[in-house]
């Protein structure tokens, strides 16, 4: 049995989170039998980070892990349709999505101030004070150090948008006119496309950077696609 530890779902998608969703995404492509506990304290992950995720009697921690433990242990198919040089483009693509796209994501939510007026409530409005006057704060602070860190946030938000603008065109010319990034079928990169992708298009929040993803007919078809076969 797989069960799957991450928050629960809210603004508009099955889960704020591109990597949580990632995962159920994954399991729902292919067809894993699974059940879901959520927690709000990534705290409580091995890695101090949802998802995680319980297999049988072991504990996996980052999607990525994740979704290679599942694939090698599980001895699933959903990339054997790949070539090489396609195996290649998907893990780009996982990449592209998980490591620059999702952190762009994490920018604009938080640390972009007209973005974090609008998440602050939405995350926060629900705990009980005085933890709704002090959270916010903390977490946005441990947000802001890792990704000054990083380095993005060392950029200003004109200069964030142009790398994200470079980002969603690509991933809009490697779809084209095919319904999945695996193809005809989809492959594992479409559970980082999707889990990133639809918490830009279909996410209440308004921010820049959603807004700059719904500017690209290619990305809303396919998450309106993936929508209505795997999370109708
Ligand atoms: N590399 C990890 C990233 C997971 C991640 O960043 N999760 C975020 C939520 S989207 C989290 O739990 N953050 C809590 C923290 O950093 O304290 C993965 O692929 O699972």
Redesign the pocket.
């Known amino acids: 049995m797989i069960t799957l530890f991450q928050?629960p779902s809210s603004l508009n998608v099955p889960n704020p989170?591109?990597?949580?969703l990632?995962?159920e995404t994954f399991l729902r492509l292919t067809g894993l039998d699974y059940q879901v506990k959520t927690l709000r304290n990534?705290?409580k992950?091995p890695?101090?980070?949802?998802?995680f995720i319980k297999l049988d009697d072991e504990v996996v921690?980052?999607?990525?892990i994740?979704l290679r433990t599942l694939q090698e242990r599980l001895a699933l198919g959903i990339d054997n349709h790949l070539d090489a040089a396609a195996r290649g483009r998907a893990l780009a693509i996982t990449r592209l999505c998980?490591e620059h796209l999702?952190q762009l994501m994490?920018y604009f939510r938080w640390i972009d101030d007209a973005g974090w007026a609008e998440l602050k409530p939405a995350f926060f409005a629900s705990l009980p004070m005085p933890l709704r006057a002090l959270v916010p704060n903390l977490?946005r602070g441990?947000?802001r150090k890792?990704l000054l860190a990083q380095g993005l946030a060392r950029h200003s938000g004109a200069e964030l948008l142009a790398f994200a603008r470079e980002d969603l065109q690509a991933l809009s010319d490697m779809l084209g006119a095919a319904p999945y990034f695996g193809g005809l079928q989809p492959c594992s990169a479409d559970a980082s496309a999707y889990g990133v992708l639809a918490n830009l298009i279909h996410c209440s929040l308004n921010n820049p950077l959603s807004q700059l993803a719904r500017e690209y007919p290619v990305l809303v078809a396919y998450c309106e696609r993936l929508r209505d076969k795997f999370w109708a």
């Open positions: 928050f989170s591109p990597f949580c990632k995962v990534p705290g992950g890695k101090g980070k949802l998802p921690a980052d999607s990525a994740i998980d999702a994490v977490v441990k947000i890792a």
